[in-house]
């Protein structure tokens, strides 16, 4: 446009287009800036404050050498809860299919609790909290639903679940949960059953709990609170809870926080939430690019999501993470290793 032109409409909030058959619309505004940045989205208005890390002048490393204390919150070793898991599983199964979580329960048999900081990190620092979407050079890409099915064995639909919509069907003074022992061990020692006794409901809740605490949802006290409680019960009660949309959404909220963290003076620190489903996602975006080869396990991979924990990269060097960033910059294009669960020799449920 012509140059007196482009100052009135950048002072509106309509911006005028013609269609196809000669007639006149407007989009409400306002007018985006033509300078805009490679990675920016036109149709949205720059803010500083949500952009990418990426944008920064310069990013000082030295703030992420503290990993233990940045990632806390990722889930403990399979060692212990897997017997807990396993006397839960004999006798609740069928309740675990029936709700439709028995796949996704599975991958806590997994070494969820291994970890990249630095490829985390990286991917992190493409995210725009305004889009909900990494940032990448051929355009945004983030996780979706069928993501998560294909990692997790989730159904993509069901129940959807609010705390104030669920009604409390079994109150927590009839069932015999431990409170004040929150803490992960102290949970499990309080609530485990012994061997060659009955699973009762009471210790099925108290399970899921532990679950949905430290596996799904990985809450930042390192405890088990009282709020997955009536979620914990509706899976009990057989409800078909749309859990893959509650964990949609704690993912898109952990990388907004993990995102923002990062432009803190001091660095992150506890990052929490489910970084585990994010590090499963970037391995198996990455793992034909950076040739990431499985760990071998005795474990059978009934679910994606456990062959993709195996991918994990043990070794860990400050120097990966510029291999990470220049990995995401060469995605100049969409290819087929970002939607890498469209192949049909997927493990898990069909």
Not at 50 to 61: E, V
Not at 228 to 248: D, G
Request: charged share 20%; proline share 7%.
């Amino acid at each position: 446009m012509e140059e007196a032109s482009t100052k009135i409409y950048q002072s509106q909030v309509l911006i005028p287009f013609s269609t196809q058959d000669g007639s006149l619309r407007a989009f409400l505004g306002p007018f985006s800036s033509q300078n805009t940045r490679k990675y920016a989205n036109p149709l949205l208005s720059e803010d500083t404050e949500s952009l990418p890390f990426i944008y920064a002048p310069q990013i000082d490393l030295s703030l992420f050498t503290d990993i233990t204390k940045i990632f806390r919150a990722f889930p403990p070793t399979r060692d212990r809860h897997i017997q807990w898991l396993e006397r839960v599983e004999s006798s609740m199964k069928s309740i675990w299919l029936e709700a439709g979580i028995f796949y996704f329960v599975q991958l806590a048999k997994s070494d969820l609790h291994i970890f990249d900081p630095q490829m985390l990190l990286s991917a992190i620092f493409f995210w725009n909290r305004e889009t909900r979407a990494f940032e990448f050079s051929c355009g945004p890409v983030c996780p979706t639903l069928l993501d998560i099915a294909a990692i997790t064995g989730l159904m993509p639909i069901g129940q959807k679940y609010h705390p104030h919509a669920f009604e409390e069907e079994i109150s927590p003074k009839d069932i015999s949960i431990v409170w004040d022992k929150k803490t992960y061990l102290a949970f499990i020692t309080a609530h485990q059953g012994r061997p060659g006794e009955p699973v009762f409901d009471s210790e099925h809740i108290a399970f899921l709990l532990y679950w949905l605490s430290t596996c799904v949802f990985c809450t930042p006290s390192l405890q088990v609170p009282k709020y997955y409680y009536i979620l914990a019960q509706s899976l009990h009660l057989r409800n078909t809870v749309c859990l893959s949309k509650l964990l949609l959404v704690a993912l898109y909220t952990c990388l907004d926080e993990a995102s923002e963290s990062l432009f803190r003076v001091n660095g992150p620190r506890n990052l929490s939430g489910p970084l585990w489903l994010l590090q499963l996602w970037l391995n198996a975006i990455f793992e034909r690019k950076l040739q990431l080869t499985p760990l071998q396990s005795s474990l059978t991979h009934t679910l994606e999501g456990s062959r993709l924990a195996t991918l994990t990269p043990r070794k860990r060097f400050v120097t990966n993470f510029a291999k990470y960033v220049q990995a995401i910059l060469s995605f100049e294009e969409f290819s087929e290793d970002l939607a890498p669960f469209i192949r049909s020799e997927l493990s898990g449920p069909s």
